[in-house]
């Protein structure tokens, strides 16, 4: 089926029975989500997860320092951001020894991240979990997806000492060992070349700009970066540090917006009524 296609059929069958996309849809890509979160972060931030996008995942963990009824799985390892590479060790050994089977494909994200996961899993089938791929960014809040393969292959580089926790940045450690096990990039970009993993806001990428040097983030951009309204995909994955803007499905020309308002709108890519809905939810809820 083509892409549009598919997006019809996905949004049809959420906007109006509201049950998961792993319920609904023909496509049998299982998504493991897994949050880094922490004790205080439960409240403030992963509820807001919990009650919103990772309904679609077909598994989700909660990766903490300690173990509650919430319930998170706890970790041999001290929260702090010196700890933040020990934690995703960790995260990826405890999901290898006890959920390895469930799923074909491993998805980490902070627990201030966005997902839309019908978006994720369209493009995932499209790829073999048993070739040793990754996606997005190699970087905490961003989000990334291994295969099973990789996956594999970062528990047998740990197994192995080819693989170690040399660093406590955890992007340029992990990476380095995707590189050391031969893990390969897969290609993220939609068909018209354009970003689906935003590790800023979308105010980073959405606004125009004046010729001036690349800002350092967009320096590691495998692909040519393009700034503007055609930065990004409207089959958007992940967005980082969202903040509640009142986003809004599509830009309406003929609507009127009255600028003082409180009902001012910042526009988004969002092709899906219901994660539309969720990611409202989200933001507003998760601002509190």
């Known amino acids: 089926a083509s892409q549009s296609h598919y997006q019809a059929q996905v949004l049809m069958s959420l906007c109006h029975t509201g049950k998961s996309s792993a319920a609904n849809s023909s496509h049998t890509t299982r998504i493991l989500c897994w949050i880094m979160t922490g004790p205080k972060n439960l409240e403030s ?11 679609r995942c077909d598994r989700v963990l909660y990766m903490s320092s300690v173990k ?40 980490k994200a902070d627990d201030d991240t ?12 499209k790829y073999d979990p048993e ?25 047998k580089g740990f197994d192995s000492g080819e693989c170690t926790h040399f660093s406590t940045i955890e992007d340029m450690a992990l990476g380095k060992c995707m590189e050391t096990m031969k893990v ?39 692909y040519t ?10 089959l958007v994955y992940l967005t980082y540090h969202l903040r509640p803007y009142g986003y809004k499905y599509r ?30 939810q989200f933001v507003a809820s998760s601002s509190n």
């Not at 966005?114 to 089938?125: A, D, G, K, P, Q």
Request: with cysteine.
């Open 45 to 55: 931030r992963t509820k807001h997860i919990r009650e919103t996008w990772a309904k």
């Open 68 to 107: 509650t009824d919430f319930p998170t799985v706890e970790l041999n390892v001290s929260e702090g951001r010196d700890n933040l590479y020990w934690k995703t060790i960790r995260a990826f050994q405890y999901i290898h020894e006890h959920h390895f089977d469930e799923a074909d494909w491993f998805l």
């Open 114 to 125: 966005f997902v839309v996961i019908e978006n994720l899993r369209y493009t995932l089938s």
């Open 131 to 155: 070739k040793p791929l990754y996606l997005g960014y190699m970087s905490g809040g961003a989000g990334y997806v291994l295969s099973k393969e990789a996956l594999r292959r970062f528990i």
């Open 184 to 222: 390969e990039p897969a290609d993220s970009r939609d068909m018209k070349g354009r970003q689906t993993f935003h590790p800023y806001p979308p105010d980073h990428y959405l606004v125009r700009q004046f010729p001036r040097p690349r800002p350092w983030f967009l320096l590691y951009e495998h």
């Open 225 to 234: 970066p393009v700034e503007g309204p055609g930065c990004c995909s409207d």
């Open 251 to 280: 830009f309406n020309p003929d609507e009127h917006i009255e600028l003082n308002s409180s009902k001012q709108s910042k526009y988004a890519y969002f092709p899906n009524c219901c994660c539309y809905k969720e990611l409202v």
